[in-house]
């Protein structure tokens, strides 16, 4: 009997920092992936069934037969990792049976991707253990499937960042993915205590703008030029241009009603307090906002954001991608 094998691997989660929703449709954005990191251990099994323990998303004991994984009612904690484990057979039949167990250093609550980074250590995770040895594009091609499949709409962005790690100028579905060399970023994170969903934002976006096309179009034309100055100025650590690029995204984003009153008073707080530039990163209607600022104005910053009830979260940036244990 074949010596049972164990391999874990963890990818990092991300955050936006310019150019959300735009991403959905073609155009460009920057993303930078974030030191809170999913892990997924995988090991073989003698049986020929897949096994998933992960209770962060409240799944234990969960298991099936591997002919039918992908198939029938899928617990909504088990599906990115069911559907990634599907997509993964579907392309290279699994011949023996996988136990996975993921656990999360960051909270599902905040809006850092920890779906996409569960079906990224997924993937490289039984990449390896199977010796595959799936690039770095394939694992996100995969991935990106993966998240399709089950939400239907993305760009990928998420996916991208916790695959290659770092900070990212990426384009709709991986189009383009081109990791930045910068050192650092002088980054403040504020977590509003709502939960967004991305989804549903689109949606209302669509619906906000339905007899608007043209107007949308524009806000997201002008998204982009912002995008590509942005990456310009982050290259040369110019946060003062870098921060007033970011409060002109905001500007749009308000446009588009996704920022909500807890959103609006963080980043206001932000500004007050002396940051560069302050917005929403993600999908809105919740979730996280982020300012740059210098380091003399950090703890100003901070205590801005928490004085109208924001929650600062301490996060590094530019992180390394998924990496084997």
Same mark, same amino acid.
């Given at each position: ?100 167990? +993921? +656990? ?24 390896? *253990? ?41 384009? +709709? ?49 002008? *998204? ?35 920022? *909500? ?55 590094? +940036? ?8």
């Amino acid at each position: 009997m074949p010596q049972a094998k164990k391999i874990t691997v963890s990818a990092p989660g991300k955050l936006m920092l310019l150019g959300e929703h735009a991403v959905v449709y073609d155009h460009p954005c920057l993303v930078t992936a974030v030191d809170q990191r999913m892990r997924a251990t995988v090991e073989t099994l003698d049986s020929l069934e897949f096994q998933l323990e992960a209770e962060d998303v409240k799944v234990t004991g969960y298991k099936k037969p591997l002919s039918e994984v992908g198939i029938g009612d899928i617990p909504k904690g088990a599906k990115f990792v069911e559907i990634a484990l599907k997509n993964i057979n579907e392309k290279y039949p699994l011949k023996t049976g996988l136990k996975i167990t +993921t +656990t999360s250093e960051f909270s599902s609550q905040f809006g850092f991707g920890s779906s996409s980074a569960s079906t990224v250590c997924t993937i490289k995770a039984v990449s390896e *253990i199977l010796g595959l040895n799936l690039s770095e594009k394939a694992i996100f091609d995969l991935a990106f499937k993966t998240v399709l499949d089950i939400q239907g709409k993305g760009s990928g962005f998420d996916v991208a960042a916790a695959v290659y790690g770092g900070t990212l100028y990426f384009v +709709t579905g991986g189009k383009v993915i081109e990791p930045l060399d910068i050192k650092s970023l002088p980054l403040i994170v504020g977590y509003s205590g709502v939960k967004g969903d991305t989804v549903t934002l689109m949606n209302k976006v669509k619906e906000t703008f339905a007899d608007k096309q043209g107007r949308l179009n524009q806000i997201y034309n002008s *998204i982009e030029a912002l995008v590509d100055q942005a990456k310009m100025v982050l290259l040369k650590s110019d946060w003062k241009t870098f921060g007033d690029l970011m409060n002109q995204n905001q500007k749009y984003l308000s446009e588009l009603g996704i920022s *909500i009153e807890k959103l609006d008073n963080m980043i206001k707080g932000a500004l007050d307090a002396g940051a560069y530039g302050a917005k929403l990163s993600g999908a809105g209607g919740g979730d996280c906002m982020i300012a740059i600022a210098t380091e003399e104005k950090k703890q100003a910053v901070e205590q801005g954001i928490n004085a109208v009830g924001g929650e600062v979260i301490n996060v590094g +940036t530019n992180a390394e991608g998924a990496r084997v244990e």
